[in-house]
């Protein structure tokens, strides 16, 4: 019946989503504060995801704890129990507006009923949570590393915890306050509390770029929510393997900073590929970590960059020319379209999908 009823108004969609929110801030207008300023950069971005949620999580019993996390991450946005009810109501409301005289009362019941249980269940998540909604974070280096690449470092003001390998979502709220996106700390829990990033400003995007070209030392950023399960295996014996796409190097350095705490037997091979040698932005770092662990080998690629002295092309194909790959397990971070290749490649090669674990950069 969700489905059914979503059908009635899919091909109106935007409009579908600009009565949502004016219903809502009409009715609610302290709630405007809560999203981004231009809101035609998102426009559709919660409505589409409840939607998505409402239809997909058909038992959501079955996911308990994607939607705790994501109660537990509402928190960033302010989002208070209250809120709740004004949204479910937009939802139906703008729907009904749109579907025409097709519309029933029973369609009105099973969204009400199916936004309940997913509402209830991430409630229920962001009360039981003892963290704080968001870190503050200064920034204390910042460095151009290529036209459109920087690393920096910023130190929380309250201990963050998270895993090697996890991601968090990350706001600057000096030049784009309310827009959040998902970054991977390049380095695994320090003592001294500090997170290294490594950001790509990618074509017109507005999180990334900012923090690229105009984040300062000495800016504020807020930190939230460390989530992702690229992590390591401590009680696997097998050798690994570290695809790395441009800044999707971020997550596998990350790991192999744990790994220098403790591997003395696993064999550790990391491919890194970009498209031009400038865009292998930490190769000094990288060829510095190999010097020094015997355990380590790098190999970089380049698809646009026929004088680069190492491999040529998308560096999903060199790793097929190394191997063999059956023993290994592998960790692929980079864009959604690296990742994509990659994996082709491992399921050619014949590898478990069980030893994958992987981050794509893509929403
Ligand atoms: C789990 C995870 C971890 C991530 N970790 C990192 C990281 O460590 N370092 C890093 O640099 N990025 C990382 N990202 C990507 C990051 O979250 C943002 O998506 C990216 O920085 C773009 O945000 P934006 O606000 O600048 O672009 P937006 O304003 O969201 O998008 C602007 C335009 O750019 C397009 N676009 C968005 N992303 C890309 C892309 N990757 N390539 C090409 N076009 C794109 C959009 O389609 C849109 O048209 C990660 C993403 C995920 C999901
Ligand atoms: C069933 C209930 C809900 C579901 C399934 C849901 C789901 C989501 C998801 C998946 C996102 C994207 C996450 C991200 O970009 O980090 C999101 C963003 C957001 N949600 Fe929710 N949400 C719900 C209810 C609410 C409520 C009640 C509010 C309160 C007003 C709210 C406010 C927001 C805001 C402000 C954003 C960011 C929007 C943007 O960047 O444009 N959500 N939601």
Same mark, same amino acid.
């Given at each position: 019946m969700l489905k059914e009823s979503w059908s009635l108004v899919e091909e109106h969609q935007d409009k579908v989503a600009g009565y949502f929110y004016a219903r809502i801030f009409l009715s609610h207008p302290d709630l405007r504060d809560l999203f981004p300023v231009h809101m035609d950069v998102q426009r559709a971005r919660l409505l589409n995801a409840i939607v998505t949620a409402v239809q997909t999580l058909?038992?959501?019993? @079955? *996911?308990?704890? %994607? $939607? =705790?996390? $994501?109660? =537990?991450? &509402? =928190? @960033? *946005? &302010?989002? /208070?129990?209250? &809120? %709740? /009810?004004v949204v479910g109501g937009a939802l139906i409301e703008a729907m009904r507006q749109f579907a025409g005289e097709q519309w029933g009362v029973e369609y009105d019941q099973a969204w009400a009923d199916a936004y309940a249980v997913i509402a209830a269940k991430m409630l229920a998540g962001a009360e039981a949570d003892t963290n704080p909604p968001y870190w503050y974070a200064e920034v204390t280096a910042h460095e151009r590393r290529a036209t459109d690449i920087a690393v920096f470092t910023v130190m929380p003001l309250q201990p963050l915890e998270y895993r090697a390998g996890q991601y968090l979502s990350l706001e600057c709220p000096r030049f784009q306050p309310r827009l959040w996106r998902t970054y991977s700390p390049a380095n695994a829990p320090r003592r001294d509390n500090t997170l290294e990033f490594h950001v790509r400003a990618v074509g017109a995007g507005w999180v990334s770029s900012a923090l690229v070209r105009r984040l300062e030392v000495g800016d504020m950023i807020r930190l939230a929510a460390p989530m992702g399960s690229m992590n390591l295996d401590r009680r696997s014996t097998r050798d690994a393997v570290f695809v790395a796409g441009g800044t999707g190097l971020a997550p596998v350095k990350s790991l192999l900073e744990e790994l220098t705490r403790y591997n003395r037997t696993r064999w550790v091979h990391v491919f890194f590929g970009a498209r031009t040698r400038e865009d292998l932005y930490d190769l000094a770092e990288l060829n510095r970590l190999a010097a020094r662990y015997p355990w380590l080998s790098v190999v970089t690629a380049c698809s646009e960059d026929p004088t680069f002295p190492g491999e040529q092309g998308n560096i999903s194909d060199v790793v097929a020319r190394y191997g063999p790959w059956n023993e290994h397990d592998f960790f692929v971070s980079g864009s959604g379209k690296m990742v994509k290749a990659t994996l082709r490649t491992l399921a050619e090669l014949q590898v478990p999908s069980v030893r994958i674990k992987y981050d794509s950069f893509s929403d």
């Open positions: 058909e038992d959501p019993e @079955k *996911f308990d704890d %994607y $939607l =705790r996390a $994501l109660g =537990r991450d &509402h =928190r @960033k *946005f &302010h989002v /208070e129990p209250a &809120h %709740y /009810e």
